[in-house]
């Protein structure tokens, strides 16, 4: 569960640092 959450952060971050 924590990794999911971890890389869903890390997708964010870079989708939104486009």
């Known amino acids: 569960m924590e990794e ?3 890389r ?3 997708d964010g971050l ?3 640092k486009r």
């Open 4 to 6: 999911d959450f971890e």
């Open 14 to 16: 870079r989708l939104s």
């Open 8 to 10: 869903a952060v890390e």
